[in-house]
C-alpha cells in the first residue's frame, strides 16, 4: 500500500541528546514537510522540501535539521539546541504543485526527560 | 509575515446543531486553501479551494472561498457525535501552513 511511514511512534529522550525521527514516503511525491503540534495548538512548520537536495525552513526551524538525499525520505533531527522538544511530530508529503493536498504519516510522539 | 487565523478557537454544540467555522489569511503566493479534520493523530483532508464562490459540498460537510476577502468558511450540518474533531485549515504558498485549528465538541 502507498502511504507515508514515520517511526518511530514514540520516542523518550535524555536532555542533551540529539534524536533523529524517520520518514519514509512510497507515493512517488516531489514535496515533503516536518510539522510540529504542541497540545491544543495547530500545526507549525519546521522544514519543507521540495525537490530531492534541497529544503527550505519553515517557521520553527531553529534546534531543528533534515536532509533529503533521495526522494522517498526526509529525515529529521531534534538536536540539543532545541529548547522544547517535547511535541508531537507529523511528516506529510504532496505530489503535484497543482493539488496541495498533504497526505500525512500517524506521527511521532518525542518526551524529553 | 504569512499568517492563517481560525475561529473559534473551540466550539460547543449539541447533536443536529449547525456550525459554521472561520478561516481566514494574510499570505503572499496564494494557491488554495485546504481544510482537514484531525481526530487523533493525523489529519485526514477534507477540502480544497481555489477560485472564489464556488462552494464544495462532501456530505453534511462544506466549504466556501472568498479571495477579495481573504477567508473561507466550513460548514456542518445536522451535527453527529462523530463530528468532533479539531479542524484544520492551511494555505499552499510555496509551503503550506496551516492556522491553529477550531477544536468542535458535538454532544448528544
Known amino acids: 500500500d502507498g502511504g507515508i511511514t514515520q517511526s518511530p511512534k514514540y520516542l523518550f529522550r535524555k536532555e542533551g541528546q540529539n534524536v533523529t525521527l524517520s520518514c519514509e514516503q512510497n507515493?512517488?511525491?516531489?514535496?515533503m514537510y516536518w510539522y510540529r503540534q504542541d497540545p491544543g495548538q495547530g500545526l507549525r512548520l519546521i522544514y519543507y522540501?521540495?525537490?530531492?537536495?534541497?529544503?527550505q525552513k519553515g517557521d520553527i526551524a531553529e534546534g531543528y535539521s533534515v536532509s533529503r538525499e533521495k526522494k522517498e525520505s526526509f529525515p529529521l533531527t531534534v538536536t540539543s539546541a532545541q529548547k522544547n522538544p517535547t511535541a508531537f511530530y507529523l511528516c506529510?508529503?504532496?505530489?503535484?504543485?497543482?493539488?496541495?493536498?498533504?497526505?500525512f504519516g500517524e506521527g511521532s510522539r518525542l518526551t524529553v526527560l | 509575515e504569512d499568517k492563517v487565523v481560525q475561529s473559534p478557537l473551540s466550539l460547543v454544540v449539541h447533536e443536529g446543531d449547525t456550525v459554521t467555522l472561520n478561516c481566514s489569511y494574510e499570505?503572499?503566493?496564494?494557491?488554495?486553501l485546504l481544510w482537514y479534520k484531525q481526530e487523533k493523530k493525523a489529519p485526514t483532508f477534507l477540502f480544497m479551494l481555489?477560485?472564489?464562490?464556488i462552494e464544495k459540498k462532501s456530505g453534511r460537510l462544506s466549504s466556501i472561498l472568498d479571495k477579495k476577502e481573504l477567508f473561507s468558511i466550513l460548514n456542518i450540518t445536522a451535527t453527529q457525535t462523530g463530528d468532533s474533531a479539531v479542524y484544520l485549515c492551511?494555505?499552499?504558498?510555496?509551503?503550506?501552513?496551516f492556522g491553529p485549528g477550531t477544536s468542535l465538541s458535538v454532544i448528544p
Open positions: 522540501s521540495q525537490i530531492v537536495n534541497d529544503f
Open positions: 492551511a494555505v499552499d504558498l510555496d509551503k503550506v501552513i
Open positions: 499570505v503572499t503566493n496564494f494557491r488554495s
Open positions: 481555489t477560485s472564489s464562490g
Open positions: 507515493l512517488n511525491h516531489d514535496a
Open positions: 506529510a508529503s504532496s505530489g503535484t504543485r497543482n493539488t496541495g493536498e498533504l497526505f
